[in-house]
């Protein structure tokens, strides 16, 4: 806990947080908030937390998924931003409600999505394009084969994937009539989420990203934590449409006073797979977490110098905050939690998520049915676009439940797979942190340890992603001193220990990998 503790602040608040709170004119006795806008990919959220992580209010929106042709995955950026504002306002009065005052605001985003817009009017110019998009496949495949992809590693720690930020700019720059000219003469801007929220947020008063963010654009170096001119000039990238690179918790400005009735300052931006790793204060190097949301992204803090995988992992920022950084290793999963939403929405065999955890439960064994989730492609370790989803082993038996169990086993298989590379790579986690909406299904969990061999501790706050952004804003504000600080926050809500036989594991994963090995094409 801090030493200053903001809670029902009176003797022994923070200096900082003081000042804040005289400048708001607020009243010393209530408790004090930090509220975190956590933009994912399926629906954005805003939770207030007190300076205990303790949940003051929370309200989260879906919004729709644009698939407009094979592989394509768009946004409205206007839904991401009308739903984030719609939930910051719930949040933001519920807390005032309950007598809680927000002090400060912390950013946290589905990362590598890209939007740009333009400058004067805000307007932007082409749909967000998520993450999952494929359809830069063959720009990648084009200059895979040009040799570009030894340079883009060795300055980012990335891989020529559609995955990431630098080709979707490419993409809307040359498909968007006149789009070029006008980035090239600095009349658009480009934005990952955060940016893009903090344009909106401030009133179009700021253009600035954080290195978290800006480490998944392929255009920014590891070594000077700053654009990279080089990567600009391959990737065709106009210097005038990129936004200034900030620490994680840092000053990015205050909202505009007519969105929730005062300014409210922006104390932090970072990716929510970071964002996690914080809120799960994975701060020492070797500490490793989990977050099983729409996909799964497994980081391990690999501390001040950038560890580089012989294994097809990524190598990435995990957060700079007080002028320190810290780097990752990281394995990205495009599909854990979606293939549950596919039961749902797509099979209809399932009415929720929820209802898979009896389902698998009620199975011995998953009886040799395997389902390969690659429905955007595979991610780490094989970093295969052009893989497509498969379901092995169907017999006349085989129902709705073999299908739930195959798509849950299927989310811990992937994290084997991850794990494997890691350990590979010299490095052996112990046990693992995990977050998402996903934990919240003990079947999965206790499979998770049984197929990984190690222990899996799930933490009492699963929204890490919102608390992690929540703690930088914290950090920033003086509630928190320092991450040590933040860290005595952490309580675990349970531990799953391996249970099955070597022999089972050993036999199960084989029959994965055969999987595997049959929906890839390289
Ligand atoms: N009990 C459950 N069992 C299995 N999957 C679940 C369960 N609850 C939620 N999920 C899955 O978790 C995902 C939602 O997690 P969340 O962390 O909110 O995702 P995101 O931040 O990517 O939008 C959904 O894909 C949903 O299918
Ligand atoms: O929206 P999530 O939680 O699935 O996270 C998406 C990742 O940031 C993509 O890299």
Redesign the pocket.
Known sequence: MSRFPLASMGVGCSHKAYIQDKKLGSDMSKTTGLMAL?Q????S?AIVFDHKAEKIALH?KEFPQHFPKQGWVEHDPDDIWTTTLETARDAFQEAQAKGCEVAAIGITN?RETTIIWDRKTGQPIYNAIVWQDRRTADICRAMKADGVEKTLHERTGLLLDPYFSMTKIGWILDHVEGARARAEKGDLAFGTVDSFLLWKLTGGKKHKTDVTNAARTGLMSLETLEWDEELLRLFKIPRALLPQIMDCADDFGETDPSLFGRALPIAALAG?QQAASIGQCCFTPGMIKS?????CFVLMNTGDNPKWSQNRLLTTVAYRMQGQVAYALEGSIFI??????WL?DGLGIIK???Q??ALAANLADNQGVYMVPAFTGLGAPHWDPDARGGIFGITRDTGPQHLARAA?ESVCYQTHDLLAAMEADGLSPKSIRV????V??DW?MQFLSDILGIEVERPVVS?T?ALGAAYLAGLHMGVYESPADIARNWARDARFSPKMPAQTRKASVAGWDDAVARVKTI
């Open positions: 956590d994912g990919t399926t629906s959220r989260q589905q929510d977050t099983y949301g729409t996909g854990a939690g979606a293939a549950v939403q749902r929720s998520a929820a898979t955890q849950l977050d998402g909406g996903m919240a299904n999965v929204e992603t």
